[in-house]
């Protein structure tokens, strides 16, 4: 059966997202920065999924029809990755877009557009990233953001509703929204910014959910659980090493009940569209 015809709408609470995860392991395959291949196979693999790094052409296309969810990160857009890319997203809708550094670089620029045009079931980025997606900023200093969420607030918000794509913005309080609601995850640890790989991994941990619930649960749910992984992480790390250990641990450890929506400092804001 196709990914196509396999779609999961259901809106699930961060709690219950994890718990269906857990269950299904939802074979997540990506397309990503050859930098971060290895620690973002082990976030999904800690989290409970099952990780396929499946990025050549003439097999991307053909495994983007089996899988429960895609990324397609622009960190390392090599030839054979963007044919993959695009054979990837032709076959899926449930796939992520990752724009790494969009806005700053001419050839992943182009491409991320181009892709955009397929419908991306979530967009994540930080904001200086979704601004140049948008074409409202020049984009950030190569992969690192210039800008903070609230600042790409309103892009983001236009982006979504533009193109139907659910809209995460990474940050110090991420943003997620679908054009109409407007969700705050808060927490997590300056910790994850040291470590290759913290906010390509969080793009792969949003494809994974993809698998077991609507888009918008999906990336609430991704982000928060980063969050409380790396806040349980940073407790006790001497640094960005032993963090990025503690990190995959946190994750695998992480309960439904850490997740709890009374437990949550989540801000809902309708949007008049």
Do not use: Y
């Not at 709408?9 to 990506?30: D, F, K, N, V, Y």
């Not at 236009?158 to 991420?174: F, I, P, R």
């Amino acid at each position: 059966m196709s990914s196509m015809a396999r779609v999961h709408p259901a809106h699930l609470a961060p709690g219950e997202a994890l718990s269906a995860l857990r269950a299904a392991a939802p074979l997540t395959q990506c397309i990503t920065n050859h930098v971060v291949t290895g620690f973002t196979a082990n976030v999904l693999l800690a989290l409970g999924a099952s990780a396929a790094m499946v990025d050549i052409p003439d097999e991307a296309g053909a495994f983007a029809g089996v899988a429960d969810g895609v990324l397609v990160n622009l960190g390392t857009p090599t030839g054979e990755q963007r044919a993959a890319a695009r054979e990837a997203v032709a076959a899926s809708d449930r796939w992520v877009l990752d724009p790494v550094a969009v806005g700053a670089l001419p050839v992943r620029t182009a491409l991320a557009h181009e892709l955009l045009a397929h419908g991306p079931a979530i967009v994540r980025g930080n904001a200086s990233e979704i601004l140049g997606l948008a074409g409202a900023g020049g984009g950030g200093r190569g992969v690192d953001a210039t800008d903070g969420p609230d600042a790409a607030a309103e892009t983001a918000i236009g982006l979504a509703a533009e193109t139907g794509a659910v809209v995460a913005v990474s940050g110090v309080v991420d943003l997620v929204t679908d054009g109409r609601e407007v969700v705050r995850v808060p927490g997590g640890s300056p910790l994850l910014t040291q470590v290759t790989g913290g906010g390509c991994s969080l793009g792969a941990t949003m494809a994974a959910f993809l698998g077991v619930c609507a888009p918008l649960s999906a990336a609430v749910a991704a982000s928060l659980v980063h969050a409380r992984a790396a806040e349980a992480a940073a407790a006790g790390a001497d640094g960005p090493g032993s963090f990025a250990v503690r990190f995959l641990d946190a994750l695998a450890a992480l309960d439904p009940t850490d997740l709890d929506e009374a437990r949550l400092e989540r801000h809902v804001v309708e949007v008049a569209r």
